[in-house]
């Protein structure tokens, strides 16, 4: 049975409706905004991780997206993914085995998507657009799975973001030469044809090394950003603890 939250977005996308039905729709999308701005106050500098959620633990990219999780952590990051399974799952695994920190921006989906076991905090959203700035929020660098067109959603928004300058030039690591092989040449095509600057590309490192990835990310944040953030004191008027 499909979820009623499916039915009121399409009922929003299908054109004007009622001022008061408008109204209170920005209402519960603000609210949304707010119950995920207050959950993850205090999660301190994050990588986010995009990819899959169709892959299951004997896939090659899970295996690495454990190595990474663990990787990243070690370097002070919490990881934030989608929260659900498939790369979501793999990177805080990786997180939680070396003793890191990990936070889901979960989604609520016609077929339901669980919050999987690894996780610290957990936040639930109805609405993909809500999710998608919670998960560049926090974080000071992006890196991209394998996955579907939703990772390709969140690669391009997060890549035009920081192109625009809309956010600042973090790290952004594309991992898997050969399945993404065909991007990177479209990418190419892109600056031929004038569509992008040369520049642009250089917001991107794409690799396969688990290495690689984590030294650049490392780099990056240390030299250009010092991941220097003042230190934010719980509110009692928020019930913060």
Same mark, same amino acid.
């Given at each position: 049975m499909t979820k009623p939250v499916v039915h009121e977005d399409r009922f929003f996308l299908e054109g004007p409706a009622s001022r008061q039905s408008e109204f209170l729709y920005v209402i519960r999308i603000a609210s949304q905004f707010i119950r995920g701005f207050r959950k993850l106050h205090f999660v301190g500098p994050c990588v986010t991780v995009f990819g899959s959620a169709r892959f299951g633990e004997d896939n090659e990219y899970y295996q690495r997206t454990v190595e990474l999780g663990a990787a990243l952590s070690r370097l002070g990051f919490t990881i934030m993914t989608g929260g659900g399974p498939g790369i979501m799952e793999a990177a805080p695994r990786g997180a939680k085995s070396v003793g890191g920190r990990t936070v889901g921006c979960n989604i609520e989906l016609p077929h339901e998507q669980r919050p999987n076991p690894y996780l610290d905090v957990v936040v639930t959203f109805r609405h993909f657009f809500v999710r998608k700035v919670l998960l560049v929020k926090y974080s000071f660098a992006f890196v991209v799975m394998p996955g579907g067109a939703g990772t390709m959603d969140e690669l391009f928004e997060t890549l035009t973001l920081i192109q625009t300058g809309?956010?600042?030039?973090?790290? !952004? %690591?594309?991992?898997? *030469?050969?399945?993404?092989?065909?991007?990177?040449?479209? #990418?190419?095509? !892109? %600056?031929?044809?004038? *569509?992008?600057?040369?520049?642009d590309l250089?917001?991107? #490192?794409?690799?396969?090394?688990?290495?690689?990835?984590?030294?650049?990310?490392?780099r990056i944040t240390q030299t250009r950003f010092g991941l220097v953030r003042r230190k934010l004191k719980p509110s009692w008027v928020f019930g913060e603890r």
């Open positions: 809309k956010i600042q030039e973090f790290p !952004m %690591v594309v991992f898997g *030469t050969s399945y993404w092989k065909d991007l990177r040449e479209m #990418l190419d095509r !892109m %600056v031929e044809e004038k *569509t992008i600057s040369p520049e250089n917001l991107i #490192l794409f690799t396969d090394s688990v290495d690689e990835a984590t030294k650049h990310i490392e």
